[in-house]
């Protein structure tokens, strides 16, 4: 379903991001449903289905970075059962640091002659992840208050 999310996209950035709909949050069901590790493991699979489905690569520990690693923190949901909503926003935060960290290290070239590679790379990451974040948040409060989260599946 994650994946299937992915390509709704809103907005798609030149050097990569976007935003969608909501395509973190099966991820996130599935990490507090089935833990922690079972959401890590899932979420290091989706990663590579983004680099399969849209890869870039400029090396080895660039994609590893931005695509096993950044989404594999997105598992760690699933530590905050009972507190869903924390979880989905500490998880999708690791995610961002982990793309503004690759950022200052394999993307500093983009940023303009003027300004810090590490703000540029906030400012960049941040476009697409602050929306993704909001909307997985409003999302997974939504399932939430409805009761979908605690339902046996």
């Known amino acids: 379903m994650a994946t299937v999310?992915?390509?709704?996209?809103?907005?798609?950035?030149?050097?990569?991001?976007?935003?969608?709909?909501?395509?973190m949050v099966p991820l996130i069901?599935?990490?507090?449903?089935?833990?922690?590790?079972v959401g890590i493991f899932a979420c290091l699979v989706h990663g590579l289905i983004q680099f399969y489905q849209d890869p870039y690569m400029l090396s080895l520990a660039?994609?590893?970075?931005?695509?096993?690693?950044?989404?594999?923190?997105?598992?760690?949901?699933?530590?905050?059962k009972g507190n869903e909503l924390i979880g989905a926003v500490v998880s999708l935060g690791l995610r961002f640091l982990a793309h503004t960290l690759a950022g200052v290290v394999f993307w500093s070239d983009y940023a303009p002659?003027?300004?810090?590679?590490?703000?540029?790379?906030?400012?960049?990451?941040?476009?697409?992840?602050?929306?993704?974040?909001?909307?997985?948040?409003?999302?997974v409060y939504a399932l939430v208050k409805r009761g979908i989260l605690e339902m046996n599946l």
């Open 5 to 23: 999310l992915s390509y709704i996209r809103f907005v798609v950035f030149p050097q990569g991001g976007s935003v969608t709909l909501a395509s």
């Open 29 to 37: 069901i599935l990490s507090y449903r089935r833990g922690w590790k």
């Open 62 to 80: 660039q994609v590893l970075l931005e695509y096993p690693v950044a989404f594999g923190v997105i598992g760690l949901a699933g530590i905050f």
């Open 113 to 139: 002659p003027d300004m810090s590679p590490i703000l540029y790379s906030i400012i960049y990451n941040g476009t697409y992840m602050l929306p993704e974040i909001i909307i997985s948040g409003v999302f």
